[in-house]
């Protein structure tokens, strides 16, 4: 009796749900469930055009991890990091200009006092503060909303 | 006839027992027999989009119009694009009924809202200026939407009088408030921004709102530039010129954070905007009515 | 005459009807052959028409059991629960309620929602069903453990199946390949950079005891010639930094090595092993 009013409930539930179903408003096709377990923290690393200050750079900020960022334990509280910020500015706006966004970001990180109130949040809890913010295009921003968790 | 009932009695009997059941049974099977014919179709559809599984709904409404013209599923057919976001799709069949005898002017009103849910705004205004197929017994909605799209694009705010006497009363104030929000949105200038932290390092950011990011440039600058002139008074050259060298580009980098502050800041209050005005119309369903068939 | 004459009739009308088509069984046919065919969405669409159109509710079951199946392959999952649940309340038989509810708890698993998997399977085993499903039981809660990586519980619970079960024996390789986050932690602690070469990070590890060797002795030196602050800099802006992040590396490449093995074995599950899979 009480499994029954609880399937009853269930379907009750379900069919209240059914009438916000949108899974089916775009044709879908097969697709495989990974068994795997998720890793939370993406590669920190991300490749825009190579240009030759750019290879320089990222070879220093790869010898820079290898001896003392990779040792030193998880320091910073941005995502991405200080250095892979550098390496991204310089990638999106030259060296020149790359080097103040890495300036600015470098400030901002002494700001002992900085909060969830400024700045969205990495889904790995860090500060999320792209370098693409901070090029002085106002097309290429993305505001998002400070406190929020991306994903 | 007595005679031959009383004869054939037995016969009589097969035929209530057995026969009668399975011409019956037999006439409900005709009834169901084709699952794909059109008034099937139409059944199947119709219980489709009452549960909202519209893409499928569309198929079978679209499998019936081969066969049978209906305004009404024409409609509906119409309606399933508008419900999953096809807008275009929507707007093109909704045209397809502006010479209906029943749906006119609901199909007219249909149109302009899939017009203007695809955000084309200058289409949808440019229509409405021209009186393209406007909707009589609903203008006034179409009119309110006509200036509501004004608050969704960089287009140049037309003047109060007509824009406020669009809306209900009970509107105005909140409409009053966007419009004047649109009109000088509270912007910070990243050329000023910039040049006050040239002025005092830190300034910029202050006048952004990044008060603690502020104090903090300040500091760092102030540090440096008190460890360079510190290290020259005391000769020590290398030093000097390190904490200098290091002073002035923290230095640099604040003037160019301001700047890229303000422009956040900026963006900020533009979304914030958005925002808004989205979510305000979007529970008010866009003061338009709900079109009952 | 007369009697021969009804009697031919009732002939034809009996054999004329019934040799009219089952539109409906056609219709399930027809969906299955979608379904067969991995054209899951159509096939959907076919189940929902045979439904509609079945008022005897013969083949509700069947069809909502498969709308679930077609789901599951389009890794909806939510709505292969939701679509389960129907053909459960559906059902006719216990094999159809136990079908059913297997199939829901197999969806739990791929959804990785293993608390409501093993609520479920508490149901089951507590329910009248659960001595012909002991076995079934056993083995989907083993499957619950190995997606919540908990390996050594689901060596056991495939164990209660056959103690030489191949799933059994994978689960106990894991395990044994599996590193102790906390002994790697441990051993940071009083050597920097031995956790890190215990988990195969030779390089990391060496380099880190080396930073930890250099600032140890950048302190030691400044403390014994005086030089206070510079002792209390180095210490906290070298040692302090570089002996945390021993630590800190240590218990993440130890997670990190356990979640690729656990990752490597999930994979081969996924996509050799042979056995019934969720």
Redesign the interface.
Known sequence: MLSRFLIITFILLLQSSCNFAQTDWVKWNAQEVSYTIDDQVKPNKTAVNQTFPLTVVSFFRNLYGLFISDLDGDNCPFYPSCSNFFVQSVGEAGLIKGSLMFSDRFLRDLNLLKGKNQYPLYKIGKFYDPPYNYTLSQEKIIYQIPGKVID | MKGFLINNKFLFCIYFLFLLPIVLYSQNYIDQQNLFSPESRLKFGSYLYSEEDYLRASVEFREYLKYVDNDTVRFKFATCFYKIGRFQEAADNFKGLFTSRNLQQESKLAYYKSVFFQKNYSLFRISFNNEFHIPWDYKDEIKRLYYISFFFDNSVLPDTNNFFSSFPDSNKSVIKQFYFRKKFPEYKNPTTAALLSGLIPGLGKIYVGEITDGFTSLLVTGVLTFLAIDNFKHNHNFRGWLFAGLGAYFYGGNIYGSAAAAQIFNAGVKFNFDSDVRLYFEKRNYLLPEIKL | M??KF??IL?YL??V???A?PD??SI?LDYATNLYNN?Q??DA??EY???I??D?SKKSHFKAYFQIGKC?K???????AI?YF??A??NSNTDDERLKSKIEIVRCNI??KTTTRAHQLLDGLESSAFSKEIRDSIYYWRGWTYM?E?KWQSASDSFAKINPYHELKILCDRVEKDKVSVTFATVISYILPGAGQIYTGNYL?GL??LG?NIVSAYLTIKSFNADRVFDGFAILTLLWQ??Y??????AEQFAL?KN?GI??NT??Y??NQFKGIKP
């Open positions: 007369k009697k009804l009697i009732f009308v009996a004329s009807n019934y009219q539109n409906l219709q991995n899951f969405f959907i669409t929902k028409r045979l509609f159109f008022l789901y392959a389009g890794a909806k999952l939510d709505d939701k649940a129907l459960e309340m791929l959804r997606f990586d990391s380099l880190s930073w930094r570089f945390r992040g021993n630590i800190q590396n990190e979640i656990a990752n999930l994979i599950l996924q």
